[in-house]
């Protein structure tokens, strides 16, 4: 309490210099000391932003929630420089845990990471460089601008018609990125011009004067698409001042409250919204359960974006106001259908482990039936699942693509469905309520970077690639990671590859193979699993070669076997995919049975274990 006390006092006389400063606004003065249990700063690159006004009141009022807690918020008005010395000053009054808002993701990548060695980071919204924090939530800015393509394409499809897009402040790497996937999109309709682009810096005066310029300039404009419904507003302002009521105006953001892009849309000033959560509150909600050390937390969180029209305003509105009332399974257990791929790894067996626990522990119903690696297996079980009326379908799906016709008949069921391990391919993202699990691009990456941190000089390295399972998810993206990072290394080339199916017998059979083509010439062995990794160890040995030592070998999942390999000198790193969802799983599950809604994408924690420190890193292993 000593500490508390006194962390409380320098706070104090952090919020009245800041104050003084006129910098930062903050919470209530009157509060006991006592009360004080954990202080969260706030840096936010600017509040000219409303987007970023309304993350920072998210934030004021997640936090009050909890008396025990006190924000201490920072305004760096678009200036790097000063939110780096704001951060600073933050962590010398000795912050339990920072959430920053980054004004500029190259500018504030080394202070975020000064931060990061000392207590928990939250990043929101522009993402640091590299790995450095505790939790990213931020949205997916791409798939927004193609959402938003889509949607205006579709109002022009059969006429055809002119496009003004208008956007924040130029040169900002996540509106660039909105744009690109908004033009992605329409540039496949020849019918359909984006005809000029106003900048007009998140104002909505901004965007209304440079609108009534556009309009003396332009006799038709059919569709304006903004990058936020304030500026949609401003737009739409300027066209009705000169009595025009043809054009439809579509924003993002979604706000509720007076001049929200909700209102905007249920009174017919907005076309169309996508929300763009801030994370805000989300952030406050993760920062005391990192405060808590609770665990399994993600590293990374995409919100969803939805579409909001006429159509579906009001039931939205609804459902973010309320927590289903009526919910039909309070007095029942929660019933969930899981569909396991199969069994083909250890990582695969940890997994279907861990969601039986998880699912026992948090007193979930779970009929769970494991595939054989096949799809058809897979579809078949998730139409039983659909048959019996289960609340909730998760499945790892074992390839990434051929699955819309059984989601849709889910959809139409009424039947939510999460995506665990596996991801897919799909243009609808409303066939899924979120995918859970990890990166498996940066762990390809990550693999590379060890490897490539290997060389003392340039000599040529050849590689084979032990792939997974054709079309699968973590096999495609874990052979696009690697490559990425190899690319920029020409001496080290990938001379054969081919897929084990992320099994040891598969691993084994795809190096005998390779070691029959190229023999000793073999330098590095990349394996997209472990278990393939262990195969090959054996292929290797039989040959007469030492792995580990005459031929490097890299794999990703970080399995208590591979620990042993390593611990034996076979091994030489493996890159962590945890296994254990299941935890996350339920929480998503319960969450999606109050009515609530789940992230589009919830990616979780993981690292790098070389065989140097494998003795130590394996203490704490649980799988
Ligand atoms: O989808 C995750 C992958 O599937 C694991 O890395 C692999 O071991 C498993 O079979």
């Given at each position: 309490?000593?500490?508390?006390?006194?962390?409380?006092c320098?706070i104090s006389?952090?919020?009245?210099?800041?104050?003084?400063?006129?910098?930062?606004?903050?919470?209530?003065?009157?509060?006991s000391?006592?009360?004080?249990?954990?202080?969260?700063?706030v840096?936010?690159?600017?509040?000219?932003?409303?987007?970023?006004?309304?993350?920072?009141?998210?934030i004021r009022?997640?936090?009050a929630?909890h008396?025990?807690?006190?924000?201490v918020f920072?305004?760096?008005?678009?200036?790097?420089e000063?939110?780096?010395?704001?951060?600073?000053?933050?962590?010398?009054?000795?912050?339990d845990?920072?959430?920053?808002?980054?004004?500029?993701?190259?500018?504030?990548?080394?202070?975020?990471?000064q931060?990061?060695?000392?207590?928990?980071?939250?990043?929101?919204?522009?993402a640091?460089?590299?790995?450095?924090?505790?939790?990213?939530?931020?949205?997916?800015?791409?798939?927004i601008?193609?959402?938003?393509?889509k949607y205006?394409?579709?109002?022009?499809?059969?006429?055809?018609?002119?496009?003004?897009?208008?956007?924040?402040?130029?040169?900002v790497?996540?509106?660039?990125?909105?744009?690109?996937?908004?033009?992605?999109?329409?540039?496949?309709?020849?019918?359909?011009?984006?005809?000029?682009?106003?900048?007009?810096?998140?104002?909505?005066?901004k965007?209304?004067?440079k609108m009534?310029e556009?309009?003396?300039?332009?006799?038709?404009?059919d569709?304006?698409?903004?990058?936020?419904?304030?500026?949609?507003?401003?737009a739409?302002k300027?066209a009705?001042?000169?009595?025009?009521?043809?054009?439809k105006?579509?924003?993002?953001?979604?706000?509720?409250?007076?001049?929200?892009?909700?209102?905007?849309?249920?009174?017919?000033?907005?076309?169309g919204?996508?929300?763009?959560l801030?994370?805000?509150?989300?952030?406050?909600?993760?920062?005391l359960d990192?405060?808590?050390?609770?665990?399994?937390?993600?590293?990374?969180?995409?919100p969803?974006?939805?579409?909001i029209?006429?159509?579906?305003?009001?039931?939205?509105?609804?459902?973010?106001?309320?927590?289903?009332?009526?919910?039909?399974?309070?007095?029942?257990?929660?019933?969930?259908?899981?569909?396991?791929?199969?069994?083909?790894?250890?990582?695969?067996?940890?997994?279907?482990?861990?969601?039986?626990t998880?699912?026992?522990?948090?007193?979930?119903?779970?009929?769970?039936?494991?595939?054989?690696?096949?799809?058809?297996?897979?579809i078949?079980?998730?139409?039983?699942?659909?048959?019996?009326?289960?609340?909730?379908?998760a499945?790892?799906?074992?390839?990434e693509?051929?699955?819309?016709?059984?989601?849709?008949e889910?959809?139409?069921?009424?039947?939510?469905?999460?995506l665990?391990?596996r991801?897919?391919?799909?243009?609808?993202?409303?066939l899924?309520?979120?995918?859970?699990?990890s990166?498996?691009?940066?762990?390809?990456?990550?693999?590379?970077?060890?490897?490539?941190?290997?060389?003392?000089?340039?000599?040529?390295?050849?590689?084979?690639?032990?792939?997974?399972?054709?079309?699968?998810?973590?096999?495609?993206?874990?052979?696009?990671?690697?490559?990425?990072?190899?690319?920029?290394?020409?001496?080290?080339?990938?001379?054969?590859?081919?897929?084990?199916?992320?099994?040891?017998?598969?691993?084994?059979?795809?190096?005998?193979?390779?070691?029959?083509?190229?023999?000793?010439?073999i330098?590095?062995?990349?394996?997209?699993?472990?278990?393939?990794?262990?195969?090959?160890?054996?292929?290797?040995e039989?040959?007469?070669?030492?792995?580990?030592?005459?031929?490097l070998?890299?794999?990703?999942?970080?399995?208590?076997?591979?620990f042993?390999?390593?611990?034996?000198?076979?091994?030489?790193c493996?890159?962590?995919?945890?296994?254990?969802?299941?935890?996350?799983?339920?929480?998503?599950?319960?969450?999606?049975?109050?009515?609530?809604?789940?992230?589009?994408?919830?990616?979780?924690s993981?690292?790098?274990f070389?065989a140097?420190?494998?003795?130590?890193?394996?203490v704490?292993?649980?799988y």
């Amino acid at each position: 309490m000593q500490l508390v006390r006194g962390k409380y006092c320098i706070i104090s006389l952090l919020i009245f210099v800041i104050a003084m400063l006129g910098g930062c606004q903050r919470q209530e003065r009157q509060v006991s000391q006592d009360q004080v249990k954990f202080v969260i700063g706030v840096s936010q690159a600017n509040l000219i932003e409303p987007w970023r006004i309304i993350m920072n009141e998210e934030i004021r009022e997640e936090a009050a929630k909890h008396s025990d807690v006190r924000i201490v918020f920072t305004d760096a008005v678009q200036n790097s420089e000063k939110q780096v010395r704001d951060v600073g000053e933050l962590l010398q009054q000795g912050i339990d845990l920072l959430i920053i808002s980054p004004n500029d993701s190259v500018a504030l990548t080394p202070v975020v990471a000064q931060a990061y060695k000392k207590i928990p980071v939250i990043v929101l919204d522009r993402a640091v460089e590299g790995y450095d924090y505790t939790l990213y939530i931020g949205p997916d800015n791409k798939s927004i601008g193609r959402e938003a393509g889509k949607y205006i394409s579709e109002l022009l499809n059969k006429t055809g018609g002119n496009v003004v897009e208008i956007q924040g402040p130029s040169g900002v790497p996540s509106l660039q990125e909105r744009s690109a996937g908004f033009r992605e999109v329409i540039g496949k309709y020849a019918n359909i011009s984006i005809i000029d682009t106003i900048v007009a810096d998140w104002q909505r005066d901004k965007a209304e004067d440079k609108m009534t310029e556009l309009l003396d300039q332009y006799p038709k404009i059919d569709v304006v698409f903004a990058h936020s419904d304030y500026m949609a507003l401003g737009a739409y302002k300027a066209a009705k001042k000169k009595g025009l009521t043809g054009i439809k105006f579509v924003g993002i953001d979604g706000f509720s409250g007076p001049n929200g892009g909700l209102q905007l849309v249920e009174d017919g000033v907005l076309q169309g919204t996508f929300t763009c959560l801030t994370g805000g509150r989300e952030a406050i909600q993760y920062a005391l359960d990192i405060l808590n050390h609770e665990k399994g937390l993600p590293k990374k969180i995409i919100p969803r974006s939805n579409k909001i029209t006429l159509a579906n305003v009001l039931e939205y509105v609804k459902s973010t106001n309320e927590v289903k009332k009526n919910n039909p399974t309070s007095n029942r257990r929660i019933v969930l259908g899981f569909s396991q791929l199969g069994a083909e790894s250890d990582w695969r067996r940890a997994n279907s482990q861990s969601i039986k626990t998880a699912a026992r522990e948090a007193d979930i119903e779970l009929i769970f039936l494991e595939g054989d690696q096949r799809q058809e297996t897979q579809i078949r079980d998730i139409r039983s699942f659909i048959a019996q009326g289960v609340d909730v379908i998760a499945f790892s799906p074992v390839i990434e693509s051929g699955w819309t016709e059984v989601l849709e008949e889910a959809k139409a069921a009424g039947i939510p469905v999460v995506l665990s391990d596996r991801a897919i391919k799909s243009n609808d993202a409303s066939l899924y309520a979120s995918f859970i699990g990890s990166d498996f691009v940066e762990e390809g990456r990550r693999a590379a970077r060890w490897l490539v941190g290997q060389k003392k000089d340039t000599q040529q390295q050849n590689i084979v690639e032990i792939e997974g399972t054709f079309d699968s998810a973590p096999a495609l993206d874990r052979k696009k990671g690697f490559a990425e990072i190899i690319s920029n290394y020409p001496e080290n080339r990938v001379i054969y590859s081919a897929s084990g199916d992320f099994t040891e017998a598969g691993g084994q059979e795809i190096m005998k193979s390779a070691l029959a083509l190229y023999g000793n010439k073999i330098d590095v062995v990349y394996a997209h699993n472990d278990d393939m990794a262990l195969g090959a160890i054996k292929a290797i040995e039989e040959y007469g070669l030492r792995p580990g030592k005459d031929i490097l070998i890299v794999s990703v999942d970080a399995t208590e076997a591979a620990f042993k390999a390593m611990l034996a000198g076979k091994l030489n790193c493996t890159v962590e995919c945890t296994p254990l969802l299941g935890p996350q799983l339920m929480q998503a599950v319960k969450t999606l049975m109050m009515g609530r809604q789940l992230p589009m994408r919830i990616i979780t924690s993981e690292g790098v274990f070389p065989a140097e420190t494998a003795r130590k890193d394996h203490v704490n292993r649980k799988y």
